[in-house]
């Protein structure tokens, strides 16, 4: 074999399409995965469902959630894969209820090098944005009370006709 030869090996085992851990590959198709979300309703808390296919037999199979702010922070964990079979998945998480404004949903994908270990875990990508500008609204009982307390509130600053 040839130095050229050599030179091509080399770089195709030891330095092509090498990462930083967080940021996927160009051409990584599972990550970042679908997302639905269901709003919260009142007092009762919303969900997420993150969902899609996985290259191998390590889907992702837990799911966590954080919320910071404006932020709701996302963490799936997956074990890694083995089997180079395509793996559908899908994981719901509840999460609220929320303080009306304007949140933004994160994502992250950890990985359990060892599954019995959970000091193993490791961010492997995210945070990533997964939904921007995500609005809840007051609910309407709010804004019919706000209304009421507005009108009650004009009818004792009126001004007295009559006497002076």
Same mark, same amino acid.
């Given at each position: 074999?040839?130095?050229?030869?050599?030179?091509?090996?080399?770089?195709?085992?030891?330095?092509?399409?090498?990462?930083?851990?967080?940021?996927?590959?160009?051409?990584?198709?599972?990550?970042?995965?679908?997302?639905?979300?269901?709003?919260?309703?009142?007092?009762?808390? *919303?969900?997420? $469902?993150?969902? *899609?296919?996985?290259?191998?037999?390590?889907?992702?199979?837990?799911?966590?959630?954080?919320?910071? *702010?404006?932020?709701?922070?996302?963490?799936?964990?997956?074990?890694?894969?083995?089997? $180079?079979?395509?793996?559908?998945?899908?994981?719901?998480?509840?999460?609220?209820?929320?303080?009306?404004?304007?949140?933004?949903?994160?994502?992250?994908?950890?990985?359990?090098?060892?599954?019995?270990?959970?000091?193993?875990? &490791?961010?492997?990508?995210?945070?990533?944005?997964?939904?921007?500008?995500?609005?809840?609204?007051?609910?309407?009982?709010?804004?019919?009370?706000?209304?009421?307390?507005?009108?009650?509130?004009?009818?004792?600053? &009126?001004? &007295?006709?009559? &006497?002076?």
């Amino acid at each position: 074999m040839g130095r050229l030869g050599l030179v091509a090996i080399v770089l195709l085992v030891f330095g092509v399409g090498r990462v930083q851990a967080g940021e996927p590959p160009a051409g990584h198709w599972w990550w970042p995965p679908g997302v639905a979300v269901t709003p919260p309703d009142g007092a009762k808390p *919303g969900s997420i $469902t993150l969902a *899609g296919n996985w290259p191998d037999d390590g889907a992702p199979d837990a799911i966590g959630h954080a919320i910071l *702010g404006d932020r709701v922070d996302v963490s799936l964990d997956h074990v890694a894969g083995y089997l $180079t079979v395509i793996t559908p998945w899908s994981l719901s998480e509840k999460f609220g209820p929320l303080s009306p404004g304007t949140y933004s949903i994160y994502g992250s994908l950890y990985v359990l090098d060892d599954p019995g270990n959970p000091q193993s875990r &490791r961010l492997e990508y995210g945070p990533d944005l997964l939904v921007g500008n995500y609005v809840v609204a007051p609910e309407p009982s709010t804004l019919v009370m706000l209304g009421v307390g507005a009108v009650a509130l004009l009818a004792c600053v &009126r001004p &007295r006709r009559g &006497r002076q």
